[in-house]
């Protein structure tokens, strides 16, 4: 080295860890039920470890292994398959609605299924869950009217929100939903300060935040982190790692840590990194995290891993920068699948069955989106009256939007 | 009745609010972005947050979540959810803070949708204000300039503190009370112009019109939005003269919208330009503050360009 006061600084440009085309597999991939489960109250130090393997309870064959394995009964088992499959059909039905020109954007959740349904049948139904845009799943899981959500993908004149909103950034207080903003993370630290409020009242009710793993680099994730760790607030941290911050691969935002999970360690956070594939695992680390909260024991982060099989949004052409098989090699197969093979294994089963609910949840689909689509929509002009875009800018109407409003009327 | 200072008629409605209702929440201190975030998150539960900025200059970290979802979270989700949140911040300068303890944004807030922006002057419009600005169903931004915190300031600078005590707007009932938010004061009636203005400025021209002996009649906006365009209106169209102060920096403040409502609403009885006395368009400096500050001397000039224009 020529220079006597040492070498010139580097910059670490980062590299995608798994090739530019990444198709390698996964790291940390724990065998089914070899995760041990740990007591609620466990000290963080101990399970430490987790946050670097992985909570799988569904094995190759489809069996439940493992302390892991929740205890659901085949009807249980039965109605999670029907969730994931009536979402998969659901944004199936609203892609087609795209390239039929009836909507202007979509986000599809293909491939990530198992992890909203299951976790939203492992909470209370009065709990508050803090979505992103690709937990359509806890709506159709909790209930909430399938033509509803429709009418709002279509900004038809029965949109609840009166065509405010893209597609799919959905609002239900009533079903648990928070408003989705579209900005990213923002939602993360106001479900600590949803949690807060619920432990300030005395309340039983819990939250439950959601992200991406891409936007876990937003400041607000690290905010919501320093406040539920100071606070011990009441509230399920998920971290939805799908392989792909748009066409950025996971590693970019994880920077020099080895897993999402990690980032709960420097909050003394339990952190616990799990198969978002396996409907078992998800509704078990769900329920542990939602007794967390609820015993008082503090917030619990969740890094799911799972992989978006379909493009980011309808905006998006995923095949120029990831290859065509990625779902095929992925190690931890596809969420409706594995249930299905489970449940054919527990004698619960069978394909007869399979094709029946299939052509059910279909016609159910169909029926609804015909009944939406009658609505109109944003692209036939039928939305709600121009006027009501001057309603709810304040609780009531102030003298400037009332002129402005005249004004637009002519 | 006593008198109070406004950091006393300050916490005397943060005692009342807290009092009244069991669902006001009163927090904050310097981790911005985390505060207004929570308080988004405590308001959508149903709480009614109240917190503090630890200086109008440390608001941007939380801006995002001010303008992105506080001030949108009812038309987005049509009523669903709600924000009735009041984030109260120190603004202003006069105190040697420099840049980073001296600035005036209520600009940055008066242009969001979905926000009201208060300046307060006066102690006893802060209790009524603040208690209002709680009650209020919508996210409210409460602009306190530090400089009248404990006397009414009126520019000059190199002259002892008037105490509150000694000042008619110091006298604060116990109890509680509100003013409406939208409800501009007359803080000095005359007859040869109208002086729009707010926060410490509203003492400063004071000043202003006690020296140069101009009959100034000064408007303390005391909100921005919603604004109360009709005072404003009626005051103009009698004195035919408008000269509209504020601290922040000139380009795109708030005295632009002030000037274009004047002008929209008053033209023809105008008898000169609207002019705005403002901050220069600069970082608000430490050692030359007294330069940047639109103190009595060029308050009293601007007055009299208008008078004679």
């Known amino acids: 080295m020529d ?32 995760m041990r489960k740990p007591d609620l109250d466990e000290k963080v130090e101990r399970i430490a470890l987790m946050r670097k393997q992985l909570v799988r309870v569904l094995d190759d064959e489809g069996h439940a292994v493992g302390p892991w394995a929740p205890a659901l009964d085949a009807d249980q088992l039965r109605q999670g398959l029907r969730d994931m499959m009536t979402v998969r059909s659901f944004d199936a039905r609203l892609l087609r609605a795209h390239r039929q020109g009836k909507i202007s954007f979509y986000m599809q959740c293909l491939g990530e299924e198992a992890i909203a349904c299951a976790q939203r049948r492992a909470l209370r139904a009065d709990d508050m869950h803090f979505p992103t845009y690709r937990q359509q799943g806890l709506l159709i899981a909790g209930g909430h009217p399938i033509v509803t959500m429709m009418n709002q993908v279509l900004s038809n004149e029965h949109d609840p929100l009166k065509g405010r909103q893209l597609p799919v950034m959905y609002s239900s ?99 616990l990194r ?21 015993s008082n024991l503090g917030p619990t982060l969740l890094e799911w891993v799972t992989l978006r099989v379909g493009a980011h949004s309808t905006s998006d052409d995923p095949s120029v920068y990831r290859p065509d098989d990625e779902a095929d090699r992925f190690p931890l197969g596809d969420p409706i699948e594995r249930l299905r093979r489970h449940l054919t294994v527990i004698g619960a089963w069978d394909d007869e069955r399979q094709a029946a609910l299939q052509t059910e949840v279909d016609a159910l689909i169909a029926d609804a989106f015909a009944e939406a689509d009658s609505h109109g929509s944003v692209k036939s002009g039928h939305t709600s009256s121009p006027a009501t875009m001057f309603d709810d800018v304040y609780a009531t109407l102030p003298r400037h939007l009332v002129e402005q409003r005249d004004r637009m009327e002519g | 009745m006593p008198a109070m200072t406004m950091i006393e008629a300050i916490r005397d409605a943060h005692a009342i609010a807290m009092e009244r209702d069991d669902t006001v929440v009163v927090f904050g201190e310097d981790v911005e972005a985390g505060i207004v975030g929570v308080a988004v998150g405590m308001a959508a539960y149903g709480l ?71 300046v307060v002057s006066n102690p006893y419009d802060a209790k009524g204000l603040l208690l209002a600005a709680i009650e209020d169903d919508d ?152 330069s940047y500050f639109p103190g009595p001397d060029r308050v009293a000039r601007a007055m009299r360009e208008v008078m004679s224009a």
Request: aromatic share 10%.
């Open chain 2, 139 to 290: 996210p409210v931004i409460f602009l306190e300039p530090k400089r009248v915190y404990n006397g009414p300031f009126d520019g000059h600078h190199d002259r002892p503190i008037v105490p509150w005590s000694q000042h008619p707007l110091g006298e604060v009932p116990a109890g509680h009370y509100t003013i409406p938010l939208g409800q501009a004061r007359v803080h000095r009636s005359g007859d040869d112009l109208t002086v729009l203005t707010y926060g410490t400025l509203v003492h400063v021209a004071q000043a202003a019109a006690d020296e140069s002996g101009i009959d100034a009649e000064i408007i303390d906006l005391r909100t921005l939005v919603p604004l109360d365009v009709d005072t404003i209106v009626a005051s103009v169209r009698r004195t035919g003269r408008c000269l509209v102060v504020h601290e922040a920096t000139l380009t795109s403040g708030f005295g632009a919208e002030l000037s274009a409502t004047v002008q929209e609403r008053a033209f023809h009885h105008l008898e000169a330009p609207v002019t705005r006395v403002c901050g220069w368009d600069t970082p608000y400096p430490h050692a030359h503050e007294w």
């Open chain 2, 48 to 118: 009614r947050p109240c917190v503090e900025i630890q200086f109008a200059d440390y608001v941007y970290p939380a801006y995002d979540q001010i303008v992105s979802e506080a001030a949108r979270l009812r038309h987005r989700s049509a009523g669903d959810f709600t924000a009735p949140l009041t984030i109260r911040m120190p603004t202003g300068g006069g105190i040697f803070g420099g840049q980073t303890h001296s600035q005036s944004p209520e600009a940055l807030f008066t242009h969001v949708a979905g926000l009201k922006t208060v």
């Open chain 1, 3 to 34: 220079n006597p006061v040492g070498p010139a600084l580097q910059l670490r440009i980062p590299e995608p860890a798994r090739g530019h085309r990444p198709a390698d597999p996964v790291p940390y991939i724990s065998a089914a039920g070899e």
């Open chain 1, 173 to 271: 207080k009533e079903h648990g939903f928070f408003s989705i903003s579209g900005n990213l993370a923002t939602q993360y630290v106001q479900a600590v300060g949803w949690a807060m409020a619920s432990a300030l009242r005395g309340d039983t009710r819990i939250a439950s935040a959601w992200i991406g793993e891409g936007a876990s680099a937003e400041s607000d994730f690290h905010a919501a982190l320093v406040f539920a760790s100071t606070y011990q607030a009441p509230v399920i941290l998920n971290i939805v790692n799908n392989q792909w911050a748009i066409s950025t691969p996971e590693d970019f935002a994880r920077g020099a840590s080895a897993t999402f999970a990690d980032r709960g360690y420097g909050f003394s956070i339990p952190a």
């Open chain 1, 274 to 294: 799990v198969d978002g594939n396996d409907y078992l695992a998800v509704y078990a680390a769900s329920q542990w995290a939602a007794e967390r909260a609820r």
